[in-house]
C-alpha cells in the first residue's frame, strides 16, 4: 500500500495519482534511481510503478483512438 507518514489514508488514492504524474513528468529520474528515491521517501515502489504502467497504458489507448477518429473525418 502506497505509505508516506507525510500523508493521511483518506489522500492515499489522489496521492497515488499525484505521484504517478509526478514519475511520469521525470521528477523521480529513472530506472533504479527513481525507485531508491521512492522507496527512501517512504513510497511502496511496486505500487507507484503499477499506477505509472495504467496511465501511460490509457494514455496511449485514448492517442490510438484520436488518430482512428482523425482519420475517419478527413
Not at 513528468?25 to 533504479?32: L, Q, V
Not at 517512504?42 to 482519420?71: A, D, M, P
Amino acid at each position: 500500500m502506497l505509505i508516506n507518514k507525510k500523508f493521511k489514508a483518506s489522500s492515499v488514492a489522489a496521492s497515488l495519482d499525484t505521484l504517478a504524474q509526478e514519475v511520469i513528468d521525470g521528477k523521480w529520474g529513472s530506472g533504479t534511481s527513481r525507485k531508491t528515491k521512492l522507496v527512501n521517501a517512504g513510497y511502496n515502489y511496486n505500487e507507484v510503478q503499477s499506477r505509472v504502467n495504467e496511465i501511460v497504458k490509457t494514455q496511449n489507448e485514448i492517442s490510438k483512438l484520436e488518430s482512428k477518429l482523425e482519420e475517419l473525418y478527413k
